[in-house]
């Protein structure tokens, strides 16, 4: 016996991530939606996928969402598939989730978006209620990259800002964390306390000879600490 079922959908929807320097941050670049479901809303970028590879699909859904520069392309990584009968109103879709890590910026520097409020937003890891299971896919994005931090060199040197200290290391995993445990299930990942020590045995990291810029004290007035990517292969 057979039974007729309704074919799903295919998406792909990414999580643009990158560093902000002002704010010492991980952000999120959102679209807003300008069909419904979830008019005018937030949303993760995300395109149906037609006649085209994955990651063309991403590259248009980043292109048309949120207004990213044709001639930026950047690190992506799989984050997973999501399916489920009740993640999108319209039908039954399956969506493979991509995450892709851009430079680091500052506010008011240029970036990889056209300048455009009403057609995207920076917003922190923090974000919640976003349509669909848009949550669900930022968390496990977060899992994902955190997981990767420390261990994948181009990830790392993707997302962290050049050079860095190690406080400021330690925020973007707290915030990955933080955010990665709020996953339904799935047993959280205690975020790594980085050290001065742990960090020195990376070999592809490396002490910076100098602070390029003030960067705070530690200590009994001893400036911070500051680390880049070595030379070393």
């Known amino acids: 016996m057979t039974r007729d079922y309704p074919q799903p959908l295919v998406s792909v929807d990414v999580v643009p991530i990158r560093y902000n320097y002002d704010t010492a941050a991980v952000e999120i670049?959102?679209?807003?939606?300008?069909?419904?479901?979830?008019?005018?809303?937030?949303?993760?970028?995300?395109?149906l996928v037609g006649h085209e590879h994955i990651d063309d699909a991403a590259a248009r859904a980043l292109r048309v969402k949120v207004g990213m520069l044709a001639d930026l392309a950047p690190l992506t990584r799989s984050?997973?598939?999501?399916?489920?009968?009740?993640?999108?109103?319209?039908?039954?879709?399956i969506s493979i989730a991509q995450l892709a890590l851009f430079p680091p910026v500052r506010d008011g520097s240029s970036t990889p978006y056209e300048h455009d409020p009403k057609r995207h937003a920076p917003v922190g890891l923090s974000i919640r209620g976003l349509p669909f299971d848009h949550?669900?896919?930022?968390s496990e994005a977060a899992r994902a990259l955190l997981l990767l931090l420390f261990a994948d060199r181009e990830v790392t040197q993707a997302l962290l800002p050049h050079p860095f200290t190690t406080v400021a290391a330690q925020q973007v995993v707290d915030s990955l964390a933080e955010r990665a445990a709020t996953?339904?299930?799935v047993s959280a990942i205690p975020a790594p306390q980085l050290r001065p020590r742990t960090l020195e045995r990376?070999?592809?990291?490396?002490?910076?000879?100098?602070?390029?810029?003030?960067?705070?004290?530690?200590?009994r007035g001893r400036p911070a600490v500051e680390w880049c990517w070595s030379k070393r292969t």
Do not use: C, N
């Open 29 to 47: 670049i959102l679209g807003r939606r300008i069909f419904e479901p979830a008019l005018g809303e937030l949303a993760l970028p995300g395109v």
């Open 79 to 93: 984050v997973g598939v999501f399916d489920g009968d009740l993640r999108d109103e319209r039908g039954p879709t």
């Open 135 to 138: 949550d669900k896919i930022v």
């Open 183 to 185: 996953l339904e299930g």
């Open 202 to 219: 990376t070999e592809w990291l490396e002490q910076a000879p100098a602070p390029s810029q003030p960067r705070g004290r530690v200590g």
